[in-house]
Structures are given as structure tokens and as C-alpha cells.
């Protein structure tokens, strides 16, 4: 299941990959919203990336790329960049409003000051850590104050992109809206820019109408030239998950736990769970809403540091929805 080690992933490239058709995404304007004491990239890039390879190659592989660099910069000259990078591609998604709110999201030596102030960012005002039982992977990480929070209040903290034939990443009223519109066993993803090495990551999602192994999930340590590499956690609409390692856009992902059944899946249409995944090491665990799902470990030691993403998987349901909210990661120290 190991294999040697790989180059590190280098910050602040976006890619997108397409392996059966030619197709060009556009790219989108990126903020990133910070806690005073997150680590992040000292630039403050936000990394984005959208394609995941299928489950077996097709034939004639074509694979096409987009690449760029977007620094969290005032509002108007990002929406300009992407412009730019984005010439002869059908607008799709909207571009933000000049409203009074897009300054509430400019990253100024002062913003960060600010964000304390708001009620979403303390889960717990006198951050009291939640009791947790023994032999829980996540003891020594305070689960009432997480490193990094996105509540997804504002716009553009994650890659937006919009192609009918293939998925849909778009802000929607306070949530992230992703959709995953042909079911080609090709799976699409976003990403922030929150950089990490072990950590814990958390984040409560909505199905929509779905049926057997439609999926949905979050991935940790994505990285790589093309942001194409990566560890996955995949919850299926019908009670399932598994663990998947993506190792290059024209390879097949290596199953690291195929399909495994928990009573702890809320499952069908309009479902709620929140999914959490845990690197620690050469070591993953899953949580299905707050309960570890399995105590042995999935071990594995190809990646050490990425960022986290999110994506549908569209199996049996064209236009595969799902909205995701309250993001939360922690970094785990030894």
C-alpha cells in the first residue's frame, strides 16, 4: 500500500485538469478569511484546483491545464485577473457584487482583528475542551477552538467554477453549493487555501435528491504540481464510506478502504451529517458525526502536507447537489 515518498507540493498554483474532454474552466476571484492565529501562506494565496481522475481511464486520454497564481488582493483587481485568465470562456458564475459587504472580506492588516469579534468564530466563549472518550485519535486537539474557521459568510473563500458538463462550485446564500452534473465516474473538487501537515478537519453537509453510491466528501493533503494528489473521504447516499488516495489526473486512485456500511450515516435525500477526517502521521481516522468509525487505523505515508478540498461524486444522479457549511480545522501538535 506504501510507496515512495513524493516532491513536496509547491503553494499558490491553481490547475484544472480535464482527462476525456478539452473543455477550459474559468478561474474566479479568491479571498481568504483568516483567525489571528491561523498559520497560513505568507502571501495568502488561494490555491484552486477541479478535476480527480475516473474511476478507470478512458481511451485517448486528452488532458488539458489551466495554471495561475491569484494573491488575495482587493476585490476589483482580483475580479481583473481572473478576467484576464478567463478570456473566451462563457461567464458562468457570477462575479461579486460592488456592494458595501465586499469590503468586509478585503484582507487588510487589520481584518483579522476584526473577525474575533464575530460570534461564528468562538464555538465556545471560554473555549473549554470537549471531554472526549478514551482511545479517541483526537485527544490533545481542543474541539471548542479550532485553528481555522469558515462559515461560509462570505464569498470566494473556496474555488468557484461553473461547466454544465462537468460540476458547479458557487457560494450559495451562506453555504457552498457543489454539483456534480454527469455521471462519468469523474470526480471534481475545490479548494481554500489553508495549508497543513497533521491535522483535523470537520464540515456539516446537505444532500439533495441522490440514490445508491452518489457521493460527497472532503480531502486532506491535496497537493502536486496540478493539485491532483491527495487523500479522500467519500460518504455515499446509501450509508457507506471509504478512503481513497489520488495519486496523479491520468492514474486510477488507490483504495486505501473500499465501501464499508455505518448505522451512523444519516442516509437519502436531504440528509444531514457532518464529516470529519483526521492525518496524523502515516495515520487517517474518519468521524461521522462526531463518532470515529473505525479505531484502526488507515495507514499510508505518501503525503505529508496539503490543503483540504471538497466535492460530489455523481454515480447514479445527474446534477448530484450537495451544500456544504461550517468548515473547521484544527492543527495537531505533538
Known sequence: ??????????????????????????????????????????????????????????????????????????????????????????????????????KSIEVTPTATVELTEEPELSPTPSNTPIPL??????????????????????????????DPESATVVW????????????????????????????????MVQTSACSGKDAYGMGIRVGGDNIDRGYTLEISCDGAWRVRKFIAFDEIPAVLLNWTESDLINTGPDATNQIGFLADGDQLFVFINGVLLDPIAIEDSDYISGVPSLFTNASQTTDLTVHFDDFRLWFVTP
Not at 477550459?24 to 479568491?30: A, G, V
Not at 471534481?188 to 483535523?200: G, R
Open 1 to 102: 500500500m506504501r510507496t515512495s515518498g513524493r516532491e513536496p507540493w509547491r503553494a499558490g498554483k491553481s490547475s484544472c485538469l480535464r482527462r476525456d474532454r478539452s473543455d477550459s474552466l474559468q478561474p474566479k476571484t479568491t479571498v481568504v478569511r483568516l483567525r489571528p492565529a491561523i498559520l497560513l501562506l505568507g502571501t495568502l494565496v488561494l490555491v484552486a484546483a477541479c478535476n480527480r481522475p475516473a474511476e478507470e481511464p478512458p481511451a485517448n486520454v486528452l488532458a488539458t491545464s489551466v495554471s495561475s497564481t491569484l494573491t488575495a488582493q482587493p476585490t476589483e483587481e482580483a475580479t481583473a485577473a481572473a478576467t484576464a485568465l478567463a478570456t473566451a470562456i462563457d461567464e458562468k458564475t457570477p462575479e461579486p457584487s460592488g456592494t458595501p459587504d465586499d
Open 133 to 162: 472518550e478514551p482511545g479517541d485519535p483526537r485527544l490533545g486537539i481542543n474541539l471548542s477552538d479550532p485553528d481555522y474557521i469558515d462559515d461560509f459568510s462570505k464569498r470566494f473563500t473556496w474555488f468557484e467554477f461553473s
Open 172 to 203: 450559495d446564500d451562506g453555504r457552498l453549493r457543489v454539483t456534480d452534473h454527469v455521471t462519468d465516474g469523474i470526480l471534481w473538487w475545490t479548494t481554500t487555501a489553508v495549508v497543513a501537515e497533521d491535522s483535523y478537519a470537520e464540515i
